[in-house]
């Protein structure tokens, strides 16, 4: 069973304290991706998920087993390295057989897993070659075979797609998906690139400088981030934040003045704020709508058309931040235009300045 | 300091001005492609001086007999001395050769290489994986091991002549301990012994540092590659550590063998000129008995056995280099 259960785990290298207090329970079958900033611990966390690293407290048990004592060897674990860590001097074949073999395995069943790996990776026609004659996305099949073969309780990837290049990069993300799909083994994947983590993952864990910030599916991060980071971090461009303060409406709805007659509306419980608190208003450049008569007046300075939609740069008077506008189609505002904009209803996040909690709703968990 | 930069800058800018005049001049007269070899001279006239020559005269002195040093008065033999060297009823028993001591030293030399050569490769790989480890002092103990290479040979000879005397520090402490004394250096096989032991401990930091820098070479997520996949210590330094530290191993293997070939000065020093009688004298030392040791001075002969060992030289050579080529593709 490839379920994987950390309990309060701490890393310090010498006086360097890299991972905090880590709870993180992953199901069997689970294809979770770790993400965060270069630093941030996510390799460090993998790596000591892989017995490569130990812990400095702490438990990790995969399948209800304690395996903080057991070797990599032991932990039924197979890891695809960034660099794919193919072993230079041996054929294909032999990468795929060399872990089978260290574990006595029987000719024939090494041949009937190379052939099954072969297959499902396509790289049958490699496996007399050494990885030296291989482009770098046969070198990563040939890597994520050589996982595949030890028919892993966990296959973990540390940031296997970095060495790609981009269209390789979108191909290979999908054929690892869909190798998820077929196989139904769990997967740890290690990225720092937002796009991986949320076309990939079942869950996504955001990490930041040591300690998990939040645990959820991708859409729950998007649309519920628990904190300021998180809502930066997950969607590009970077969410826009603005300055306000807290207004109470007639119905007891909570509002965000932002310095101009229109109000924001948001889904936070009014219990929970107090009238003319200052908050930070989040709203991602694609959840605002442009109208003809009210909004917040917007002055354009420049945008970005990518064909299918277009990015327009401006700010709002007050509102030191540059305000990022997303428009699909062709849209070609003139630089000093003003136009009106507010944010779609439901697609306003409120975070507390001090903590940078969000104060309305949230999903996952910390 | 930008000041002193400056002033340094200032300096190296007038020596370039003193050359410039007299280079351009140069160069006008002798054209723009001919100024690399302009370059080139001054080294060529040393290498030219204390190599070519020296092997063009040995080459010419190995076709002519006498004792006289001045070539102009050596008549010339023709093929004598490479007869003569090679005039043997079985090279297998030394005594059965015109020169016996020639074949005697070849024979000597060929033990010495192969045992030399297994044992400084054992030695030097092991030292090497271990410093390649996390210990401690691990600084120390690479500049520990290297130290001896930077000895004079006649300083290694002399000191472990010291210890192997007579009355030296090895009998001493064999005393302490209630063994009687050996006379180590007049014993046929303890002396063959030691001679292979000083030659390791002399060459091994050397050795140590090129495998060393092999190993360092080698990725370290191969070696976590190997750990998840299951691999014993054992297969993991049969199966990668090895395999992919051939190319240093198969270079210290030829230098190694080059050098041995070459052994001379510190068994020299160390065997008081090869004894117990001719037990350690080497082809080197032969050479040099021949052509500036004996009452005779035969150097013709010497030449010749130079020339024929100069050959096996250039054999290894390029072998090596061939090697080296393989290695860098």
Redesign the interface.
């Known amino acids: 069973m490839g379920d994987l259960k950390l309990t309060n785990l701490n890393k310090a290298f010498g006086t360097v304290h890299v991972l905090h207090d880590v709870n993180l329970q992953i199901d069997d079958g689970e294809f979770v991706v770790f993400v965060g900033p270069s630093g941030c611990g996510k390799s460090t966390l993998l790596r000591i998920i892989?017995?490569?690293e130990d812990v400095t407290s702490g438990a990790i048990a995969i399948g209800g087993r304690d395996v903080g004592a057991l070797?990599?060897?032991e932990r039924k674990?197979?890891?695809v390295?960034q660099?794919y860590?193919?072993?230079?001097?041996m054929s294909v074949r032999k990468n795929l057989a060399?872990?089978l073999e260290?574990?006595k395995f029987k000719r024939a069943e090494i041949d009937a897993r190379i052939t099954e790996a072969a297959r499902m990776l396509a790289i049958e026609p490699y496996l007399d070659r050494r990885p030296k004659q291989l482009s770098g996305g046969q070198r990563q099949r040939v890597a994520i075979g050589?996982a595949i073969v030890?028919d892993p309780d966990i296959f973990l990837f540390d940031e296997p797609l970095s060495n790609l290049d981009a269209a390789l990069r979108v191909q290979t993300r999908a054929e690892i998906t869909k190798l998820h799909r077929e196989m139904q083994t769990t997967m740890i994947y290690v990225t720092h690139d937002q796009v991986e983590a949320m076309t990939m993952a079942d869950k996504i864990v955001v990490l930041r400088a040591g300690r998990i910030e939040q645990v959820g599916s991708p859409l729950e991060l998007f649309d519920h981030p628990r904190n300021l980071f998180v809502a930066g971090f997950l969607g590009s461009p970077r969410m826009n934040i603005l300055k306000g303060r807290v207004v109470i409406g007639d119905d007891r709805s909570v509002l965000v003045d932002v310095g101009y007659p229109t109000l924001l509306r948001s889904d936070v419980d009014p219990a929970k704020v107090t009238a003319g608190q200052e908050v930070l208003a989040g709203v991602r450049p694609a959840h605002f709508a442009l109208s003809d008569s009210e909004g917040l007046p917007f002055e354009v300075q420049y945008h970005e058309s990518l064909g299918t939609e277009t990015y327009v740069y401006g700010n709002l008077q007050g509102q030191s931040a540059q305000v990022i506008v997303h428009r699909y189609g062709h849209f070609a505002p003139a630089p000093g235009a003003i136009l009106k904009i507010t944010p779609q209803d439901d697609r306003l996040h409120v975070f507390d300045p001090a903590s940078e909690l969000a104060l309305g709703r949230v999903s996952g968990r910390a | 300091m930008a000041r002193a930069a400056g002033l340094a800058d200032r300096a190296l800018d007038l020596v370039m001005a003193l050359f410039e005049a007299p280079i351009n001049a140069i160069e006008r007269v002798i054209g723009k492609g001919r100024m690399p070899y302009l370059f080139l001279a001054p080294n060529l006239v040393l290498f030219g001086i204390f190599t070519f020559l020296p092997i063009a005269i040995a080459i010419g002195y190995a076709f002519t007999g006498g004792a006289d040093l001045l070539i102009s008065n050596r008549p010339f033999v023709g093929l004598d001395n490479f007869r003569k060297l090679l005039a043997c009823d079985s090279y297998l028993v030394p005594g059965s050769c015109e020169e016996s001591l020639f074949w005697t030293a070849i024979w000597n030399t060929l033990w010495f290489v192969g045992f030399n050569v297994a044992a400084t490769l054992l030695v030097a790989l092991v030292t090497a994986l271990i410093l390649n480890r996390a210990i401690a002092a691990r600084g120390f103990f690479r500049a520990m091991f290297f130290y001896p290479v930077l000895l004079s040979p006649v300083v290694i000879g002399l000191i472990w002549k010291w210890f192997l005397d007579r009355n030296g520090l090895l009998n001493a402490f064999l005393q302490m301990l209630g063994v009687p004394p050996e006379i180590f250096l007049l014993d046929v096989g303890w002396s063959r012994f030691f001679v292979v032991v000083v030659s390791v401990w002399f060459h091994m930091g050397f050795y140590t540092l090129i495998l060393l820098a092999g190993l360092q070479a080698i990725p370290k997520d191969l070696y976590e590659a190997a750990a998840i996949d299951a691999a014993t210590p054992s297969r993991t330094l049969f199966r990668i550590t090895l395999p992919l530290l051939g190319p240093n191993l198969l270079v210290v293997l030829i230098l190694l063998m080059i050098r041995s070939v070459q052994i001379f000065d510190e068994a020299w020093v160390l065997t008081n000129g090869g004894g117990p009688g001719t037990a350690n004298t080497f082809i080197v030392q032969y050479i040099y008995q021949m052509a500036f040791a004996g009452d005779l001075r035969l150097y013709g002969l010497a030449s010749a056995a130079s020339v024929l060992m100069g050959l096996v030289l250039l054999v290894l050579t390029l072998v090596q280099l061939r090697l080296g080529k393989k290695v860098e593709s």
């Open positions: 892989a017995g490569l070797s990599p060897a674990i197979a890891m390295f660099s860590a193919l072993y230079p001097h060399f872990g260290n574990l050589r030890r």
